[in-house]
């Protein structure tokens, strides 16, 4: 009777443990889903990869270098890289190449697969110092701390065009790996977020064009003489630097033909 008890508190307390730490995840997932509802730019993004590597930690999740997203544009053979190093403190966002190096090309083959695919890849020992004497050429930021680690791991999830990563100085566990994958699902509001926020942003410059584009029609057919021409050159050159144009100075060049 008194062994049956005992197995029976050990079983209960085992059940206690599983369902605090099912709260304990719950609750960290959430907090990245608020944060991925509350991104105003893309230049959020990071905080949404701070925020998963920090509640990473929190649930055990040790040795964590960074936590980032690649958003692919193969027409140009780059990702935008945004990304929180946890020993550094620091978020970047870098347009990053991934045609010049064998195991950029791989990685960035495998995400674009379509959504589920999953890449790892474990560098060591000589590998790790090729790798790291190839990022230096890049215009990555570089880790100081890959110069004395045992190794670089990678964990990476696609969701199509987009894929969420993880890396590691010592590799993960079965159950970290799976503790990540959640994080991934929930990453996806993150970019549904994003795109919403481009396509806005797309938007809303479209409508400025109109605009413009507009208000020099409406210099144009306002001209009575042919001096009046300077001021249709005034208005584009004030219009595109509205829109950001890097540009000096407009001029409008013709040729006269004589009957």
Known sequence: MKQQLK???EQLEKELAEKNRELEIEAALEKVRVISLSMNQPQDMPE?????????????????????????????????????YAKHHKTFITETSYINHKVARAFAAKMMKGKDEFFIRHLKGKKLKEWLTYQKTTNVFIDKYLAKACSLNYYWYSLGPVALGISTYHPLTEDEENL??????VFELAYKRYIDIEKAIAQAREALIEVALEKVRSCSLAMHKSDELRDVVKVVFEKLQELDFAIDGAAFIGTLIEN
Do not use: H
């Open 7 to 9: 197995e029976r508190n």
């Open 48 to 84: 949404v990869c701070k925020t998963i590597s920090l509640e990473l930690q929190k649930l055990g999740v040790r040795e964590i270098r960074n936590v980032q997203t690649a958003i692919f544009y193969p027409e140009r053979g780059i990702y935008m890289n945004y990304e929180y």
């Open 180 to 185: 990540f994958k959640r994080f991934r699902n």
